[in-house]
């Protein structure tokens, strides 16, 4: 039993000493639940804690504690997951030992702990087989259903960059479910009883059918962070405290949100980063890598405006303004009047002011540019914002 917080510290370094040990990228416990028809096939994790990229000490006896109950562990391997039981619960909390009173009366401190002390609870009423520890290694493509969602809890709670992490293969990772709740229900399992079901009228009220689950039903947001339709967030979205996600035509895909406070009424698409004081009108859409930027991220610029209907193909710079009902597309041809090109330079030195029409991607993340149909000559237009867009700070 390691009794001084001293003696933890020697045992973590004696640990991280092993041959070939190798610091955990990502590491969390997780509940997950199992297939109806293929009850060993996980189908959902749940995870109230991630770490990702910090606690190396806990995830150095976590290890320790698995290699020690027979459970091999790759340290070569990008992810391993392993089924808890309470002789490794206990032995990482003896592990644990010189923190347990101060976890103990303040549950709000040491949280690796308080997983563990629940978990030792649940154990002690009965021998699950539905806790399951999660550790990456590295930032591969997941290969498991845990794996998968340990990344997307990562993205939406802030602790991995937007785009900043390897998803590649996860749609193919994760099955197709009916959602009920947070219940996530197998088709087939729906198939195969659906009589039976029907019948005694025990067939699911079914929310929706998807591969992810919503936002909501994992993630607490930020106090001052709206949400006012639980279907317009995807589980794996990133928002920033103080966004407000209307309801309507607005929608935030996986991997895709918010860095501060931002009017959301239109969709911001898987890939595509929103920065703060920039409002996203409604019906507006910001295309994502998959729906026409030529694998190119968008991201919205500060203080920027995207009118009702609009649709942003660029990255734009701060303080812009696409007009409502009008496409700003890569290869949108763009006319800027000389003394338009002059101003714009102003606030963009980079900026090459020698031509009269540009395309669209010629123009991306430039500051301050007001896109605009004119319709007397019937051209696309840009010239130098004379307005600064700014939310009303009482909606957030």
Same mark, same amino acid.
């Given at each position: 039993?390691?009794?001084?917080?001293?003696?933890?510290?020697?045992?973590?370094?004696?640990?991280?000493? !092993?041959?070939?040990?190798?610091?955990?990228?990502? !590491?969390?416990?997780?509940?997950?639940?199992?297939?109806?028809?293929?009850?060993?096939?996980?189908?959902?994790?749940?995870?109230?804690?991630?770490?990702?990229?910090?606690?190396?000490?806990?995830?150095? %006896?976590?290890?320790?504690?698995?290699?020690?109950?027979?459970?091999?562990?790759?340290?070569?391997?990008?992810?391993?997951?392993?089924?808890?039981?309470?002789?490794?619960?206990?032995?990482?909390?003896?592990?644990?030992?010189? @923190?347990?009173?101060?976890?103990?009366?303040?549950?709000?401190?040491?949280?690796?702990?308080?997983? @563990?002390?629940?978990?030792?609870?649940?154990?002690?009423?009965?021998?699950?087989?539905?806790?399951?520890?999660?550790?990456?290694?590295?930032?591969?493509?997941?290969?498991?259903?845990?794996?998968?969602?340990?990344?997307?809890?990562?993205?939406?709670?802030?602790?991995?960059?937007?785009?900043?992490?390897?998803?590649?293969?996860?749609?193919?990772?994760?099955?197709?479910?009916?959602?009920?709740?947070?219940?996530?229900?197998?088709?087939?399992?729906?198939?195969?009883?659906?009589?039976?079901?029907?019948?005694?009228?025990?067939?699911?009220?079914?929310?929706?059918?998807?591969?992810?689950?919503?936002?909501?039903? #994992?993630?607490?947001?930020?106090?001052?962070? =709206?949400?006012?339709?639980?279907?317009?967030?995807?589980?794996?979205?990133?928002?920033?405290?103080?966004?407000?996600?209307?309801?309507?035509?607005?929608?935030?895909? @996986?991997?895709?949100?918010?860095?501060?406070?931002?009017?959301?009424?239109?969709?911001?698409?898987?890939?595509?980063?929103?920065?703060?004081?920039?409002?996203?009108?409604?019906?507006?859409?910001?295309?994502?890598?998959?729906?026409?930027?030529?694998?190119?991220?968008?991201?919205?610029?500060?203080?920027?405006?995207?009118?009702?209907?609009? %649709?942003?193909?660029?990255?734009?710079?701060?303080?812009?303004?696409?007009?409502?009902?009008?496409?700003?597309?890569?290869?949108?041809?763009?006319?800027?009047?000389?003394?338009?090109?002059?101003?714009?330079?102003?606030?963009?030195?980079?900026?090459?002011?020698?031509?009269?029409?540009?395309?669209?991607?010629?123009?991306?993340?430039?500051?301050?540019? #007001?896109? =605009?149909?004119?319709?007397?000559?019937?051209?696309?237009?840009?010239?130098?914002? *004379? =307005?600064? *867009?700014?939310?009303?700070?009482?909606?957030?």
């Amino acid at each position: 039993m390691i009794k001084t917080k001293e003696e933890f510290k020697e045992l973590v370094a004696s640990i991280e000493d !092993f041959e070939g040990y190798k610091k955990p990228l990502a !590491f969390g416990v997780a509940r997950v639940d199992f297939g109806q028809i293929n009850t060993d096939k996980v189908i959902q994790a749940v995870y109230p804690l991630v770490n990702w990229n910090e606690n190396f000490g806990s995830g150095a %006896v976590i290890i320790k504690a698995l290699i020690e109950n027979g459970i091999a562990v790759d340290f070569n391997a990008s992810e391993i997951t392993a089924t808890l039981n309470a002789d490794i619960v206990n032995d990482v909390l003896e592990m644990f030992n010189p @923190f347990l009173e101060e976890a103990k009366a303040d549950k709000k401190t040491h949280k690796n702990i308080q997983v @563990f002390l629940t978990l030792q609870e649940l154990f002690e009423e009965h021998e699950y087989n539905n806790y399951k520890v999660t550790i990456l290694f590295s930032d591969d493509a997941p290969k498991s259903v845990e794996s998968v969602y340990l990344k997307l809890y990562a993205l939406s709670l802030g602790k991995a960059k937007l785009r900043g992490i390897n998803l590649n293969g996860a749609f193919g990772v994760l099955p197709n479910l009916a959602w009920t709740g947070n219940i996530p229900i197998e088709l087939d399992y729906l198939r195969e009883n659906e009589i039976e079901l029907k019948l005694r009228d025990e067939y699911p009220e079914i929310d929706f059918v998807d591969k992810f689950p919503r936002f909501l039903q #994992h993630i607490i947001p930020a106090d001052n962070t =709206r949400i006012l339709d639980t279907s317009k967030v995807r589980f794996g979205a990133q928002l920033a405290a103080g966004t407000t996600v209307m309801p309507g035509a607005s929608y935030i895909n @996986f991997n895709a949100g918010t860095e501060g406070a931002v009017m959301v009424e239109g969709r911001i698409s898987s890939s595509a980063v929103v920065k703060k004081g920039a409002d996203v009108g409604g019906g507006a859409s910001i295309l994502g890598v998959l729906s026409g930027t030529n694998g190119n991220p968008v991201t919205i610029g500060e203080n920027t405006l995207l009118g009702a209907n609009s %649709v942003t193909g660029i990255p734009l710079g701060d303080g812009c303004i696409v007009d409502a009902g009008i496409a700003v597309l890569e290869g949108t041809k763009i006319t800027i009047s000389e003394k338009e090109r002059a101003k714009i330079k102003e606030v963009n030195p980079e900026f090459d002011d020698r031509k009269e029409v540009y395309k669209g991607l010629e123009l991306a993340g430039l500051n301050g540019i #007001h896109y =605009r149909f004119n319709t007397t000559t019937g051209k696309m237009v840009a010239f130098r914002s *004379v =307005r600064e *867009v700014k939310l009303n700070e009482e909606l957030h």
